[in-house]
């Protein structure tokens, strides 16, 4: 059982009220990851902080999600999953096939895509040990270059953020997100 509260806009530390504002006029609810990071306002503006960033990269949309699908499947994240299958098909724009492969740590038929995901799995797999590897150097042969290298580790920065967050904190998945509920293997 969880000893932390999820917090609501009334419930929340002062500090982080506005950004739970915020966060529900874009979203039209405060998802509970945020709700449960509201409960150290320095974790909450760390991991809105990376996921701005992320969202800056050169990546595009479906690419984005292909990472961070890739980092909460190996880090065993349901809520993360979840929540990702959902943002990958009804707001990047993934097609299904791609979605339900980064789901289950499939492959993916797309080349270029597949060497993302190849890559993002080897970023978590390895803890960043991937300058030499058979994953990076597939990844650069795709097409992409040095710097989206980085904005791989920046997407993988964030969800294992908050993959481990939720882990600790025990976070149920939400009613927008329960279509998408995953198990780990």
Known sequence: MSTYPFHTQ???????????????GKFGFVPNLIAGLANAP????????????????????????????????DNGCPYCVAAHSMIARKMAGAPDPVVDAMRCGGA???????????FARAVV???????????????????????????????????????????????PVDAAFADEAWTPA
């Open 10 to 24: 009334e419930t929340a530390p002062e500090a982080v009220r506005p950004v739970l504002q915020a966060v529900k």
């Open 42 to 73: 320095a974790a909450l503006g760390a991991y809105l902080a990376v996921a701005d960033a992320f969202e800056g990269t050169s990546l595009t949309p479906v690419e984005r999600q292909v990472v961070l699908l890739a980092t909460s499947v």
């Open 108 to 118: 993916l038929a797309d080349p270029k895509l597949a060497a993302l995901a190849d």
């Open 125 to 171: 797999r390895e803890r960043g040990h991937v300058a030499d590897s058979a994953e990076h150097k597939a990844f650069l042969a795709a097409g992409y270059t040095p710097a989206q290298a980085l904005e791989v580790v920046v997407g993988v920065t964030q969800k294992t953020l908050s993959n481990y967050a939720n882990r600790l904190l025990g976070t």
